[in-house]
């Protein structure tokens, strides 16, 4: 069963233009990742934020994270058409006090995202 | 540094049959997982290997098992294949620790059953 759902299913924006998307999850999480994955290739792992961290930049990517709305977003300034993919964010539910992490990913459905040149 | 590496990248199989898929792990990783991702879906959890045993399994039937070598390497095998078995299927790594760690994934491997 997916945990997370990501929102909106599908964005489409100019290049130059900001591009943001949601992540909602269900269970308390030990970290979220978000990954990048272009048309029928593998997922390239983006940004990693720990349930301690309420911010997290990577070059032209934030990530924040609200644990007590159980919500994280991801902020793509300055959008490229190289940045023309499907985004999923992943939750690791293991180990809530932090003492375990299994790795075991949860991922929502994913957003597409289109940057037209 | 190698990534995650997979093989085949593409191949068809027949109903009824058995496929096996291979992963190679980053280097410095020793912590397995395999992943199926149907088209136009989020990628889902299959199992974990970490010392060469399963450690986690998701909502999985049987047909679907896995080994995990000395090398860290591992093998996803899949029998009396279905057509809702086609997909991509998803290796990812990562290295066993007590905080939260970044999971690498491979390009996958794309299994069509006909």
């Known amino acids: 069963s997916q945990q997370g759902e990501e929102d909106p299913q599908a964005l489409s924006i100019q290049e130059g233009e900001n591009a943001t998307m949601n992540c909602s999850y269900k269970?308390?999480?030990?970290?979220l990742q978000w990954y990048r994955q272009n048309s029928g290739r593998g997922l390239v792992h983006l940004i990693l934020?720990?349930?301690?961290?309420r911010e997290k930049h990577s070059g032209r990517l934030r990530v924040t994270l609200d644990t007590s709305k159980k919500s994280s977003s991801l902020l793509i300034t300055a959008s490229r058409a190289a940045d023309t993919a499907s985004y999923f964010c992943?939750?690791?539910?293991?180990?809530?006090?932090?003492?375990?992490?299994?790795?075991?990913?949860?991922f929502g459905q994913g957003t597409t995202l289109q940057v037209k040149p | 540094d190698a990534g995650v590496t997979q093989s085949p990248t593409h191949l068809i199989k027949t109903r009824g049959q058995q496929v096996t898929l291979r992963c190679s792990p980053k280097?410095?990783?020793?912590?397995v997982s395999w992943y199926q991702q149907a088209l136009g879906q989020g990628p889902q959890f299959i199992f974990q290997?970490?010392?060469?045993?399963?450690?986690q399994r998701g909502n999985f039937p049987d047909r679907f098992s896995g080994h995990q070598f000395p090398n860290y390497s591992s093998e996803l095998n899949v029998n009396a294949l279905l057509l809702g078995d086609s997909a991509l299927y998803l290796c990812?790594?990562?290295?066993?620790?007590?905080?939260?760690?970044?999971?690498?994934f491979g390009e996958g491997s794309w299994l069509t059953v006909v």
């Open positions: 990812a790594s990562s290295r066993r620790s007590t905080s939260g760690n970044t999971i690498y």
């Open positions: 290997y970490y010392e060469e045993e399963e450690r």
């Open positions: 269970t308390s999480i030990n970290n």
């Open positions: 992943a939750t690791d539910a293991s180990g809530r006090d932090g003492s375990s992490n299994t790795g075991k990913l949860i």
């Open positions: 934020i720990r349930s301690n961290e």
């Open positions: 280097s410095g990783h020793d912590t």
